[in-house]
Nanobody
Framework: QVQLVESGGGLVQAGGSLRLSCAVS??????????MGWFRQAPGKERELVAG???????LYTNSMKGRSTISRDNAKNTVYLQMNSLKPEGTSVYYC?????????????????WGRGAQVTVSS
């Protein structure tokens, strides 16, 4: 069974920074083979991609977060990170980590096979 556990969420003022972490575990899970994504979902809205990273290191960012966020992975620690800077109140959401067993990076939730439970990020104005 694969488990994804997000951490690092919380309350931050507008203009501030936050780094989210997602630790992945599982008996037969080889982290380096998986593509990883960070999604977010605000109340009443659909879940959307924030950033993704393939197993080869290719990255994808949503337009609103380009230049303000960086996704990275540490295969030795089975962990993916999302550094977010210059945060805005509209960034208030639950942030989810996801894994794709094909190793790619995609913008759509349907492409991902495993999900974490999410971490709340609240950006105050």
């Amino acid at each position: 069974q694969v488990q994804l556990v997000e951490s690092g969420g919380g309350l931050v003022q507008a203009g501030g920074s936050l780094r989210l972490s997602c630790a992945v575990s599982g008996r037969t899970f080889t982290f380096s083979r998986y593509g990883m994504g960070w999604f977010r979902q605000a109340p009443g809205k659909e879940r959307e991609l924030v950033a993704g990273i393939s197993r080869s290191g290719s990255t994808l960012y949503t337009n609103s977060m380009k230049g303000r966020s960086t996704i990275s992975r540490d295969n030795a620690k089975n962990t993916v990170y999302l550094q977010m800077n210059s945060l805005k109140p509209e960034g208030t959401s639950v942030y989810y980590c996801a894994a794709d067993d094909g190793g790619g990076v995609y913008a759509y939730t349907a492409n991902y096979d495993y999900w974490g439970r999410g971490a709340q990020v609240t950006v105050s104005s």
